[in-house]
């Protein structure tokens, strides 16, 4: 059987159009690949590709690239789609009378475009062994950042409970880095800090502080206020964004308003997370607007997690804003307008049958968000309910079940696989607004090797490959356990308990 044709490339702007164009013009292709109009267009005038293999009445959308960091997310559906088109491996099976399979390479073209032009400056030069070796330092630098910021939030908290506070911890955690932000750190600023906020005994407290220093830091008497992972890039600058065209000329004078009042690093341009209006665009929905505004009413500035914690989230910027105006009524960007668009119009055909929204890091599958509270009602008067749980479920399932098979057989592991991520206390991304929406939606993190954008890349074996690998496979599979449960898509059923407790279900047609 033929293996997967899969290619370790970092792609940038022209690698991710010369793919493309070389995958629909492929004389390998025994499916044929057809490429759409856009599905709509960046503010700064960048299309957003649309591209199908087959014709049949079932859709699933493969899309990449919603953050512009989230690189592997646009290989991967790049090389899915070329794979498909070859009939490689699994996918000699491949039925185009069955399956219509959209791709979505990129949602975000601005930030991935920025991502890689920055990436590119500092790589470009690099053989294949040297950019696995510079990939794989990066994501000891980025873990070492965040090991760090672990560090210091566990002090915090054990300090809430030492000292008999606990209440205030997360709130203190966020203050301590809000108010710490470009400062190195030191036992004795650590204790300063504390009381200020704490009337607590000195004494006491610098015996706390100085001994969990001593076991969380043994080397380090001060933390640098720089982050490692950023500063490895920084020598970058905005030279690296070419003028192409008039697209290009937009993104790089709206990159230019965010770093010119110094308060980004420079660096977080090779690891831009937003668009180039600085709006991220899974925070970019209602829910998460209304949190943000709740949060900067009780903090004032907001900044991003764990190593990035020096990045504003308050205002446009490389970790993004959810809105272009926090002071104003809440919009959807036009990548967004354009996807919503895109799936409402397949759902109103029936022909959504499943959306994999790809992202980059995590190795998880984020399956339907919320539950129905439902069941009260089921015992006193009946609820009509559908089918979208149990197919979420099952298709989840045989994904990552598939998943573990390859990792087990290429490590020698069990329990290797994906873990299968749902229920969400509260709706925060467009991600979760997509999963609770339409049936079969899925978030999928794509690389167990964290660190975007590009620690995927620091293990080409025992990494990257399997991560591609892996994920083929439970596509195709995703394929086959869709065609076993698809008559249940357009299935209700009625649930009830009679006066005895049992439960009773009847199948009704939507």
Known sequence: MTEYNIKYEILDYDKFYNRLNNICQNPKNKNKVTKHDPIGYTKCGFPIEHYSIGHGPMHIV?????????????????????????????????????????????????????????????MSSMNEKEIEEFCKKYYSLYREDDQVVLNINKILRIFCEEFDIPSVKEDLITIFWQKSNNKDLTPKYMIAFLLIFFNVDKEKLANFINNKWQDLFPDKKTISHI??????????????????????????????????????????????????????????NEYYFQDLKKKMQTYGEIYAGYRDNNILKTIPGPAGIPTSNLDGRFEYTEENKALLSFLENQDNKNENYAFINCHGTGGMLYVYPVSDNDLSLAHTQGVTRDFKFYINGQIANEYTKKISEVYEEETGKSNSGYKIVGFPNHISGVGDVLRKKYIASFLLELSKMGGNPIAPYGDKTGNYYLTMNANMSAAHQMMQTIKKIAHLYNINYFMYYDDNGKVHYEQRKK
Do not use: W
């Open 62 to 122: 493969y899309m990449g690239g919603a953050h512009g960091n989230e690189i592997i997310s646009v290989d991967y559906v790049t090389q899915l789609m070329q794979n498909i088109a070859e009939g490689n491996k699994d996918f000699q099976d491949f039925n185009p009378s069955e399956f219509t399979i959209d791709f979505l390479p990129c949602q975000n073209p601005e930030g991935f475009f920025t991502t890689t032009y920055a990436l590119k400056s500092i």
């Open 227 to 284: 982050k490692k992972h950023q500063e490895i890039f920084s020598n970058l600058t905005l030279d690296c964004i070419p003028l192409k065209d008039d697209a290009h000329r937009k993104l790089k004078e709206s990159l230019t308003k965010i770093y010119q009042n110094g308060l980004f690093p420079i660096g977080t341009l090779a690891n831009f997370f937003s668009n180039a209006s600085g709006i991220n665009l899974n925070d970019n």
